[in-house]
């Protein structure tokens, strides 16, 4: 029994050869699976770690922005100050808060009058693309559309090349009310601070008043289209009427300025062309304008705007990422989409340098010779620590606005051979064998290489040989100008050519109005690099769609106290407008009884010295004197809170003064 047991399990144990083969063939065909398997999941992760992981890496972003966004909104109002507080002591009181205090009342209304591209739009009637945008805003706010549909959104804000007014099918206004400019974008103020101010002592919508308007638009076409400047006329009306008789205080900012220098010409001039008022309307309805940042004799900014559409910080793009603004890369395109666009805004050339060599300068001599990019000022235009000052050994020609190459730039005037290119030749045009669409079409395109390369022939442009260059290049835009803006010194101001809406907008070509009590303030900021004169270069590309004309980023100077960076020849100024532009007409043009101010109106200069924030708690500073940073100045508030609570500028103290503005101002030999 027990024998059979042991030959029972040695049966069992014992396995026949084809089960033996069969268990190998699954075992070979379970480690084929395995590594078939293997091979998929690392085919599968190197797949999702190009394209997945960007995905989490762009959720991240959004979920800490979203959280960050949570935590802001909950904070308490006052933790930023307390935090801010705790680290660089206490705050001062706003102006409003600390004016309130002092007694001072709402007393005369105030209207505020915004600059170009600070002034909302929204679309009244638009093309198909534009479905769904009714009364929405094209400019200011979240510019959603810009990303959502952007060449729709480039379509609808240009204007006609050849009327500057509308498109066909298409209806873009300005937004009404102080919501109009309070804004840029969500958290960037503009007028926001200083209406916010201006309440603490007293003053609401009522007697407050955004005259927005249109600021693509020449200055005369916003009453052709919109009876903008009727508007103006009727609501300052109303409100001195309504007010007890007393007169407005007007704050233009910018652009602003230009727009109210021609607000005055036209409500005085007799109808159609004019509004009617009379000679006596300023008089009996305005006590002051305070310009802020106004750019009164142009800024050189505006001439590299239209000539390549860029600036300094465009310029520092484009060096950083050559072709990538400008070339067909992923259909981009971006500086031609800017030209197209911009080029029919009419407003951009109000900004023109005016006055020609007399202001601007020559190419040897302009009236910031010897300005040290170094150099602090205290109070008054006397120079801090004149010892340690660091002055540039190369002279700064200021005059050359443009100039092709930097050895030209520097180079005195007797070396440099120049070629007129007036006469080019335009036949055989770059459009003939383009195959760029409308869409970015400029008239760079309607020129051929011949004529382009005698643009830089010429080797330096002047504000008196500007003009010709813009004519020659984009002979359509300057015909458009040419009807309504002028840029010279008027020889005779009682020659009727001048009673021309065209000139009302140059101060060197109109007359103040005839309102002795009347008050002019030039206000801002000093203490900022601001863009004086450019050294270009010839933009060479395959692509027939190209501007030809570029800064050139890589033109520096790495001498201590050189104002050459990046391209760009800085002087003293807000970042946008420069010193000489800003200060000049209250400095000497309208200082006194002159040719340009009969009825001697006092004028006042006020400069803010400009210091940046403290500390990123204090976001753009109190003490700003940037261009648009600067209607959260503090100081700057607190003197328009006290003009408009009925102080006179001898009550301010006068004249506030940190640049060399009267001493430049001298040098100009302008008659008076």
Known sequence: MASMLRRRKAAEKVETPTEEEARKEDGQEDAKGRKEKERERTKKKAEWSCINSCCWFIGVICCVWWLLLFLYNAMPASFPQYVTEAITGPMPDPPGVKLQKEGLVARHPVVFVPGIVTGGLELWEGHPC????????????????????????VEHMSLDNETGLDKSGIRVRPVTGLVAADYFAPGYFVWAVLIANLARIGYEEKTMYMAAYDWRLAFQNTEVRDQTLSRIKSNIELMVATNGGKKVVVIPHSMGVLYFLHFMKWVEAPAPMGGGGGSDWCAKHIKAIMNIGGPFLGVPKAIAGLFSAEAKDVAVARAIAPGVLDSEL????????????????????????????????????????????????????????????????????????????????????????????????????????????????????????????????????????????????APKMMQRGGTHFSFGIADNLDDPKYNHYKYWSNPLETKLPDAPEMEIYSMYGVGIPTERSYVYKLSHSSDTCFIPFQIDASADDREPGSCLKGGVFSVD???????LSSGFMCAKGWRGKTRFNPSGIK??????????????????????????????????????????????????????????IFRWSKKIKLKL
């Open 130 to 153: 534009a479905d769904g945008l009714f009364r929405k805003r094209l400019w200011g706010g979240t510019f959603g559309e810009v990303y959502k549909r952007p060449l729709c959104w």
């Open 330 to 473: 992923f259909g981009l395109q971006t500086l031609q989409h800017v030209m197209r666009m911009t080029r029919t805004w009419d407003s951009t050339m109000s900004m023109i340098p005016k006055g020609g060599d007399t202001i601007w300068g020559d190419l040897d001599w302009s009236p910031e010779d010897g300005y040290d990019c170094n150099q602090k000022k205290a109070k008054n235009g006397d120079v801090m620590n004149d010892t340690d000052s660091l002055i540039s050994k190369t002279k700064v020609h200021y005059g050359r606005i443009v100039s092709f190459g930097k050895d030209v730039a520097e180079a005195p005037s007797s070396n440099i051979e120049r070629k007129d290119f007036k006469d080019a030749v335009k036949d055989k045009p770059l459009s003939s064998n383009s195959s760029c669409s409308s869409d970015v079409w400029t008239e760079y395109h309607e020129m051929n290489w011949a004529s382009i390369e005698s643009v830089a022939d010429y080797k330096v442009y002047t504000a008196g040989t500007l003009l010709d260059l813009l004519q020659h290049v």
């Open 573 to 579: 100024g807000d970042e946008t407008v420069p010193v």
């Open 603 to 660: 004028t006042y200069v006020r400069e803010y010295d400009h210091a940046p924030p403290a500390n990123l708690l204090e976001g753009r500073g109190t003490q700003s004197g940037a261009h648009v940073d600067i209607m959260g100045n503090f100081q700057l508030i607190e003197d328009i809170i006290r003009v408009a609570a009925g102080a006179t500028g001898e009550e301010l103290g006068g004249d506030q003064v940190y640049s060399d």
